[in-house]
């Protein structure tokens, strides 16, 4: 059974700290790697990762993709209180267009 | 990337009746998805609508309870039926554009 990882559930930081979210996933034929950020309803599309694209950026978030190990970290640096969210970690196999997704990490940055 | 809305955004309703949700897209795209957040969860896919043809469900969903039209290339609709209190939760429409989705708004659903 497919199954995507994410950790810690829940990181309160202080204004200016660098973060680092976690991914582990076991998925069959595995395709890309996506991470999205929460604020009450909609997920906001960040990055996808696919064997083809294993490091991506932008502004003061970084992701990187081990598919060999099987994981994907998320980095936020210098965190401003509104990067406050539920981020995610979903996983597309190459069978179909079906996301698999983690459960998140709540982050609060506290001023 | 398309720009989604939903409607309703948020509603109340009573058990036993059903809710429709529009999910409309400001350009054709062949993927749509409906997706279900139940309180403290994650999201868990329900089921992928292509113009033309039924749905396709996942499992643990069914048809009769989560009925979905799917008339036209920028446009769906979900219909929860004969809810339950366990029908509670965000109910989000996505679009996949390559190995990409983008997420509509989403519709906060309480069953009372």
């Known amino acids: 059974e497919d199954k995507v990882v994410q950790s810690p559930l829940s990181l309160v930081v202080h204004e200016g700290d660098t973060v680092t979210l976690n991914c582990s996933y076991e998925?069959?034929?595995?395709?890309?790697l996506l991470w999205y950020k929460q604020e009450k309803k909609a997920p906001t599309f960040l990055f996808m990762l696919t064997s083809s694209g294993i490091e991506k950026k932008s502004g003061r978030l970084s992701s990187i993709l081990d598919k060999k190990e099987l994981f994907s970290i998320l980095n936020i640096t210098a965190t401003q209180t509104g990067d406050s969210a539920v981020y995610l970690c979903a996983v597309g196999a190459a069978s179909g267009y079906a996301l698999n997704f983690g459960k998140g990490t709540s982050l609060l940055v506290t001023p | 990337s398309a720009v989604i809305s939903q409607k309703p955004s948020r509603d109340i309703c009573q058990r036993g009746t059903s809710l429709t949700i529009q999910c409309q897209v400001d350009s054709q795209v062949t993927m749509m998805f409906w997706y279900r957040q139940q309180p403290g969860q994650s999201l868990t896919l329900i089921a992928t609508a292509n113009q033309g043809s039924e749905a396709t469900y996942e499992s643990g969903f069914v048809i009769d309870k989560f009925p979905i039209s799917r008339p036209n290339l920028t446009f769906s609709t979900l219909t929860v039926s004969n809810m339950s209190p366990e029908d509670s939760s965000i109910y989000l429409c996505?679009?996949?554009?390559?190995?990409?989705?983008?997420f509509g708004p989403g519709t906060r659903l309480t069953v009372l």
């Open positions: 996505s679009v996949g554009e390559t190995d990409t989705q983008y």
């Open positions: 998925v069959t034929n595995f395709r890309s």
